[in-house]
């Protein structure tokens, strides 16, 4: 099955404040797809390697 949207955006969020490290911070993914959104969000303590890539791969191929 493939995945196609029309627009995903990658940021980084201000630092969260789980209180776990003093500079954590949290990211966000947004994927907008036929007047859905849906947005996928971590932290860099508590990223999970599938996340990570997303996230790597989203700013390697970023609009700039």
Do not use: N
């Amino acid at each position: 099955a493939a995945i196609t949207c029309s627009t995903v955006r990658a940021a980084a969020a201000a630092p969260a404040r789980s209180g776990r490290a003093r500079d954590e911070m949290s990211y966000t993914i947004t994927i907008e797809d036929d007047g859905r959104e849906t947005e996928l969000s971590q932290s860099d303590t508590a990223m999970s390697v599938e996340f990570g890539r997303l996230l790597a791969w989203l700013q390697r191929h970023s609009r700039k």
